[in-house]
């Protein structure tokens, strides 16, 4: 993939960033399977979590004009799906992912480099940074 297609991930990467997904990963899969481009893998806390982060997802892409071909997996909150065609983002419950472990199913996938996770203010009124974004 070439730094223009990287950059063309930018909606999706913040989108997912914006919700406080853990242990975001980005994966080249265009050169080893033909479903799609991108993978992108991420997790929340709780099944409610997941779900809440999935329509966040939806939400700010469908504000680009970006609209999915499936989503699957939002009312159970253990695994959603969202398919955007070239992109296919995954948003686990951690256990889920930690047993499906779908970085080591494409181990041979390139990882594009993930931008900083945003700052927010704690409760205290501290900036801190949003949960890891890396393994």
Known sequence: ???????????????????QAMHVVALDVSELTSIADVFIIC????????SAIAEHIEKQLRGHKIKP??????AEGHWVLIDYGYVIIHVFFEPVREFYDLE????????????AAPQTKSASGRRTRSPDNED
């Open 43 to 50: 997790s929340g806390r709780s099944n409610r979590q997941v």
């Open 1 to 19: 993939m070439t730094e223009d297609v990287d950059a063309a991930l930018d909606p999706f990467l913040q989108a997912v960033l914006g919700k």
């Open 69 to 74: 071909l499936s989503v699957e997996g939002t």
């Open 104 to 115: 080591g199913l494409w181990s041979d996938a390139r990882r594009i480099p993930i931008p």
